[in-house]
């Protein structure tokens, strides 16, 4: 990053005619921002400087803007605490009532995206389709005469609503999604005729897959199709946008916007660049907001993709961190890197409803690429895979990826035969794969066939297709699939161990070994094996689904509800920690004797964050501090924890009212911006959640879990995080021998089983470094450096507690007054001042009891409740404090009331 105070500025109030090196115009308006990216653009060519600031605001865009080598190095950033947003869309107004509940106003021909208010419409098509029915509005189709085709269909023989839309003829800017029966892959292609007499529809080009009967269409963008509130299309005989909004006034009140571009910012030979906290919206379905071409060494971060068709794509681009984005609500997919894009890093990410125009997409899609890592990304709701990585030829090999720590939910809802994790291999390679860590849930799974819809059809948790060769696949948790969790079709030397998993529909298994008889000889399977796997079943159904495996080894796996392969599996009981209550934790003794470990549940769905934030402008790279204030806890920054979103959203009350639960806002927030504010993430879930016996009954280790209540309900619960490891492994020789200073090893250790064992927190670091001078010399009052003291060098070399704070609080009377029984100020009094002042420590309980026999029968000769006693009543009273002073009358008793309140009664 060069000097910040060296930068130039753009904003919506802006002028490209300024200098563009204030952030706002001046008094007299003979000065500011520039207007447009590109203005800033040319200037920094011109000058030297690579800095950019945008300004808060919408920013339509006419054209893409292309950043070439002469770009290299330059940071085009959001300016502190504002969302730019680089919009590609044309904002339609002057809409006009037509009747029943449509509006009409002129434009040039659209597509098949539009938004209004920031929501994407429904283009209008045939067929009675219903939000949130993935069979809803799709039409079965015959092949066409001459038999299954690329180029056209037939309507089905008695579809009455279909004969009479081809009776009508073709509008212009019709168009037709058309799936074959597997639901491979869908096309959207022109209706280039139709004939009413042969019931056919003829397309403007080929599609991929021949449509065989029993596949499925709908025609789309006719006004005539319109149908519910949300919908729209282009009406081309009067030339106008015609669309049913659901709330009229919003469209009148802001008008419409429709999308003119498919990229909006275009890397081509740029490197260094750094692209951060920018948000890119209103693009073309069948484009990518952001390309990045022979692109290399670049850091997209904390930015946010919306209403857009493809987030971004990489071609021939290497090196490149793409970290912590926000991509929503896309017409196709997410991230796709190809052809000779190599040693990426994509991390951290959020994909979330990705697929709302064309289906065969994936959230991140690799072809032609080695040594990428996929990691700790956030990824749902995709119509097919979550992950991808394809193959179909030599030049589209992939090697040596690491897919690990994703949490992958809801995938596969409207097509088949694919996964949540889908691999093909068809070059016939040893890929060096690593899929490990990744949380893979709710695996859809939908086909049609001549008889209907088939339902949890051909959708498998992690698929190794087509001879896809040496991929490692460990630790990862899976539930809920179609036909397994695991599918090897065709591969050779592929190991799968140590995965969990439930099966819980009578088709679903764990493994599924296939050859691929259309491959020949290279398509049957070899040296495969899956072993040391976790499988809890509620069907009783074999867990293993063989066609033609050939050689395999299936042995140590842990079993609870099925049957075992071979006397090598074990069958057990309690294999996880509370399933009911969703934690899948290992539970079951007989794991360990299988070498089997429990998964790293607090990575998985977040990855460290490597991209610097954003600096504040004119602060040379300093932060300017956020004026908030952190819940209380040890930061992860100087603790050396992975950066967790959600712990981060939860260390601030002011980001918990703005992202809730969303962490990959949260991720982005403070790549953009909580960085460079100095926020750190201070909050603790696991200590948190073992502050707390509900919350360690129900969350177990589950650190998001955790961080996701306090935001939710914990914060306005007035809980609060008590529980300190440090403290409580310096309470246990054991613990500290075995943890060392590892407070997550402490916190899990306390959840899982210190509790249950009855271990309390009772080492007092204040009152430790109050027992040494060259300790509260070296110390001061931090309690972290008393206890790494202790357990690192103090109970080797014998120290011990010594001082007590009830008895120097009832030997110094000024400080029983101010103080009353608070120990923790008195041990920060002698800390701070007590110990130069010469304060006494000592007071003698024994003797106090012993002139004081009321006291004595009242507390049971307890030496801390004596102490207690006297500052609280005795040293008002007058009390004596030996035998030899006590006085020849009686004194005075407080009732028992005045004990009991006391904790003395």
């Known amino acids: 990053m060069t000097d910040t105070q060296q930068a130039f500025y753009v904003a919506t109030n802006g002028n490209d005619s300024w200098s563009g090196r204030l952030a706002a115009p001046n008094a007299d308006g003979t000065d500011g921002p520039f207007a447009t990216l590109e203005r800033a653009q040319s200037a920094m060519r011109a000058t030297g400087i690579r800095d950019t600031y945008v300004r808060g605001g919408t920013y339509a865009m006419a054209r893409t803007v292309t950043l070439t080598g002469a770009d290299n190095g330059v940071h085009i950033m959001a300016y502190p605490g504002e969302t730019p947003v680089f919009s590609g869309g044309e904002r339609v107004g002057g809409f006009t009532a037509i009747g029943g509940g449509l509006y009409a106003a002129p434009t040039s021909t659209t597509g098949l995206d539009l938004f209004i208010g920031g929501v994407r419409q429904k283009v209008a098509q045939t067929g009675d389709w219903n939000a949130g029915d993935a069979k809803s509005g799709w039409s079965m189709l015959e092949a066409a005469a001459g038999g299954a085709s690329k180029t056209s269909l037939r309507v089905g023989a008695g579809d009455g609503a279909m004969a009479a839309v081809l009776a009508a003829g073709v509008q212009p800017g019709m168009m037709v999604q058309t799936f074959d029966t597997e639901r491979l892959s869908d096309n959207i292609v022109g209706v280039a005729s139709v004939d009413a007499g042969s ?166 899609q690799l072809y032609g690429t080695s040594g990428t890592l996929i990691s700790g990304n956030d990824i749902r709701n995709s119509p097919r895979y979550g992950i991808s990585i394809k193959n179909w030829d030599g030049a589209t090999v992939n090697t040596d990826t690491v897919v690990e720590y994703n949490r992958i939910y809801n995938t596969m809802t409207e097509t088949a035969d694919g996964g949540a994790i889908e691999m093909l291999g068809r070059s016939n390679v040893d890929t060096r794969t690593t899929i490990r860590g990744n949380d893979i849930r709710n695996v859809g799974g939908l086909a049609t066939d001549g008889s209907g819809w088939l339902d949890r059809q051909k959708s498998f948790g992690i698929y190794l297709d087509d001879m896809a060769n040496g991929v490692a696949v460990r630790d990862n948790f899976i539930q809920n699939t179609g036909w397994a969790s695991v599918f090897i079709h065709g591969g050779d030397s592929n190991s799968v161990t140590n995965n969990f998993a439930t099966l819980s529909n009578p088709r679903e298994r764990f493994i599924r070994l296939e050859w691929v008889p259309s491959a020949g000889t290279i398509g049957l399977l070899a040296n495969n094996s899956v072993t040391g796997n976790v499988i809890s079943s509620a069907t009783g159904v074999d867990y293993w689904e063989f066609w033609t495996p050939g050689s395999y080894t299936v042995t140590n796996n842990l079993l609870q509800g099925v049957r075992g392969l071979t006397g090598g599996d074990t069958v057990s009981s309690g294999l996880f920690a509370n399933p009911a209550a969703g934690d899948f934790r290992l539970g079951s003794g007989a794991a360990a004797g299988l070498g089997i470990h429990d998964l790293d549940w607090a990575r998985m769905g977040s990855a460290p964050l490597t991209v610097p934030g954003i600096p504040s402008p004119g602060a040379g790279g300093g932060g300017s501090g956020s004026g908030t204030t952190p819940a209380t806890g040890t930061s992860t920054a100087s603790s050396g924890q992975a950066f967790s979103p959600l712990a981060y959203i939860a260390s601030y009350g002011d980001l918990s009212a703005a992202f809730g639960t969303d962490a990959a806002a949260g991720a982005a927030h403070y790549a953009a911006m909580g960085r460079a504010e100095g926020r750190t993430v201070t909050f603790d879930p696991l200590a948190y959640i073992a502050s707390y016996g509900d919350l360690a009954n129900a969350f177990g280790t589950n650190g998001d879990a955790g961080a996701a209540h306090y935001i939710t309900m914990g914060r306005a619960e007035g809980r609060a995080v008590s529980f300190d490891p440090l403290a409580y492994l310096a309470s246990y020789g054991d613990l500290a021998a075995a943890f060392g200073t590892d407070r997550t090893s402490a916190e899990i250790h306390y959840i899982t089983n210190g509790r249950a064992e009855g271990r309390t927190v009772s080492f007092d670091p204040l009152a430790y470094l109050a027992s040494y001078g060259d300790l509260a010399a070296a110390f001061g009052t931090d309690r972290t450096s008393a206890e790494i003291h202790y357990i690192t060098n103090g109970r080797a070399e014998g120290r011990r507690v010594t001082f007590n704070p009830t008895a120097y609080l009832a030997a110094n009377s000024d400080l029983a007054a101010a103080f009353g029984t608070d120990t923790t100020r008195a041990e920060l009094h002698y800390l701070t001042n007590g110990r130069t002042e010469g304060r006494t420590t000592g007071f003698n309980a024994s003797a106090y009891l012993a002139a004081n026999a009321d006291v004595a029968a009242a507390t049971g000769g307890d030496l801390t409740a004596a102490m207690r006693h006297y500052i609280v009543f005795g040293r008002q009273e007058g009390r004596a404090l030996s035998p030899a002073s006590a006085p020849r009358t009686a004194a005075m008793v407080p009732d028992s009331g005045m004990l009991a309140a006391a904790g003395m009664g």
């Open 199 to 364: 019931r056919t529809v003829n397309f403007t080009q080929g599609v991929k897959y021949a449509l065989r009967s029993g596949g499925t269409y709908r025609l789309l963008n006719d006004d005539a199709f319109i149908r519910d509130a949300g919908e729209f299309a282009w009406q081309a005989e009067t030339g106008r946008l015609v669309v049913k909004p659901q709330d009229p006034g919003t469209l009148l009140a802001q008008g419409a916007v429709v999308p003119r571009l498919g990229t909006l910012l275009a890397l081509n030979g740029a490197s260094g660049v750094t692209l951060q906290g920018l948000t890119f919206a209103d693009t073309t379905w069948d484009g990518s907001a952001l390309t990045l071409t022979n692109s290399s060494g670049n850091s997209i971060a904390g930015n946010r993709f919306v209403d857009a068709g493809t987030a971004m794509t990489l071609t021939g681009s290497s090196g490149n961190v793409i970290e912590a984005n926000r991509m929503e609500h896309l017409g196709a997919g997410g991230i796709k890197v190809a052809y000779g894009s190599n040693g990426n890093r994509i991390s951290a990410n959020s994909i979330n409803g990705i697929g709302e125009v064309l289906k065969d997409v994936a959230g991140i």
